[in-house]
């Protein structure tokens, strides 16, 4: 038997959990064109100012940089284009709806390819932070390091 292949993260969005609160977290798939996902499978990708919208019933991506392919040369497309995500209508549907809510969006977490060799973005509906909650969060982690230190010094 085959051992299973595990997923490739190939951008990750750290800042995201940092500035947002997450409320919901989904996998989508990405329409990419063919010198795209030859970047994308060799990590030239950066999804760090990126956002998602809902355009007349699709959930598009704005924002991500995926870097022109070397070899790719007329076939290479823009770096910034809209990308379209591929997620169920359902799914479309819930997130019209909360994001008409006052300060909510939706945010990409990573981007990676799955064990069948499909590129993913993780996207989750969030809600901005203010500064209070980042401090706040900040000073939470800095207590629980120094005490998982304590406990370790003391076992």
């Known amino acids: 038997m085959a051992a299973k292949k595990e997923r490739k993260?190939?951008?990750?969005?750290?800042?995201?959990?940092?500035?947002?609160?997450?409320?919901e977290i989904i996998e989508a798939g990405i329409a990419l064109t063919g010198t795209e996902i030859k970047s994308v499978r060799s990590g030239k990708v950066s999804i760090k100012e990126s956002y998602a919208k809902v355009d007349n019933g699709e959930l598009i991506l704005y924002g991500m940089n995926i870097s022109p392919y070397k070899e790719g040369n007329r076939f290479n497309v823009d770096p910034v284009r809209p990308r379209r995500l591929l997620v169920h209508k359902r799914e479309i549907r819930k997130?019209?709806?909360?994001?008409?809510?006052?300060?909510m969006t939706i945010v990409p977490l990573q981007m990676y390819i799955n064990e069948r060799g499909l590129a993913k973005v993780e996207i989750a509906l969030a809600k901005g932070k203010k500064n209070y909650?980042?401090?706040?969060?900040?000073?939470?982690?800095d207590a629980q390091r120094s005490m998982d230190r304590a406990i370790r010094k003391k076992g």
């Open 133 to 141: 909650d980042k401090r706040e969060a900040i000073a939470k982690r």
């Open 9 to 23: 993260l190939v951008a990750n969005n750290k800042k995201a959990r940092h500035d947002y609160f997450l409320e």
């Open 95 to 103: 997130l019209i709806g909360a994001t008409t809510q006052q300060g």
